[in-house]
């Protein structure tokens, strides 16, 4: 099993900035396994925000945060992040961080097997 954590969320003014932190602990984890942020605000669908592979060579970001959002991992410390600036109201939603079973880039929520409980991100304007 996988337990997978979230930390740094909070709220923030429009054009400020934070950074999520998601860390990955248990037997069956390894980090050859792909991470991705998800994000779900209140009546919609849970939507990939970003993604990495096992390297952290490849990633992958919606359009929507596309050039202001960063993710990184550093695997000494089972650990990925997501550095959010120029965050807008719109960004506001509860972030999730998932765990894939396969090493590359996990574009949907069904590429993923472990997740977290979620943190939530309050863009005010």
């Known amino acids: 099993q996988v337990q997978v954590a979230e930390s740094g969320g909070g709220l923030v003014q429009a054009g400020g900035s934070l950074r999520l932190s998601c860390a990955a602990s248990?037997?069956?984890?390894?980090?050859?396994?792909?991470m991705g942020w998800f994000r779900q605000a209140p009546g919609k669908e849970r939507d990939l925000v970003a993604a990495?592979?096992?390297?952290?060579?490849?990633?992958y970001y919606a359009d929507s945060v596309k050039g202001r959002f960063t993710i990184s991992r550093d695997n000494a410390k089972n650990t990925v992040y997501l550095q959010m600036d120029s965050l807008k109201p719109e960004d506001t939603a509860v972030y999730y961080c998932?765990?894939?079973?396969?090493?590359?880039?996990?574009?949907?929520?069904?590429?993923?097997?472990?997740w977290g409980q979620g943190t939530q991100v309050t863009v005010s304007s």
């Open positions: 248990g037997r069956s984890f390894s980090n050859y396994y792909g």
């Open positions: 990495i592979n096992w390297t952290g060579g490849r990633t």
């Open positions: 998932a765990v894939s079973r396969t090493s590359g880039i996990g574009r949907a929520e069904f590429d993923y097997t472990y």
